[in-house]
Nanobody
Framework: VQLQASGGGLVQPGGSLRLSCAAS????????MGWYRQAPGKQRERVAT???????TFADSVKGRFTISRDYAKNTVYLQMNSLKPEDTAIYYC?????????WGQGTLVTVSS
């Protein structure tokens, strides 16, 4: 299984970005796709997840600002990030979990700065 993330970049506070992550390979139909992030000097944390049935979870710090969605036909997960704050600056990683296994993408850098 491989995951390819894209969409990171530099954005001003209050701006928006949309991250994409496409999974390929042998993927179980029952799975969870998600986004995690790791800021400098901090541990990786969960940002948002979405199951194969559409159930979503969000970290408290991003609720109301970020949305997560999936294109099931393309095995792709999206993270729409609005009202970005400097504290959202991090490397964002996507992953997919199924059958007790977890696969990670390569990470994409999001920098929120004026």
């Amino acid at each position: 299984v491989q995951l390819q993330a894209s969409g990171g970049g530099l954005v001003q506070p209050g701006g928006s970005l949309r991250l994409s992550c496409a999974a390929s390979g042998s993927i179980f139909s029952i799975n969870v796709m998600g986004w995690y992030r790791q800021a400098p000097g901090k541990q990786r944390e969960r940002v948002a997840t979405v199951t194969s049935t559409g159930t979503t979870t969000f970290a408290d710090s991003v609720k109301g600002r970020f949305t997560i969605s999936r294109d099931y036909a393309k095995n792709t997960v999206y993270l729409q990030m609005n009202s970005l704050k400097p504290e959202d600056t991090a490397i964002y990683y996507c992953n997919i979990q199924f059958a007790g296994r977890t696969f990670w993408g390569q990470g994409t850098l999001v920098t929120v700065s004026s």
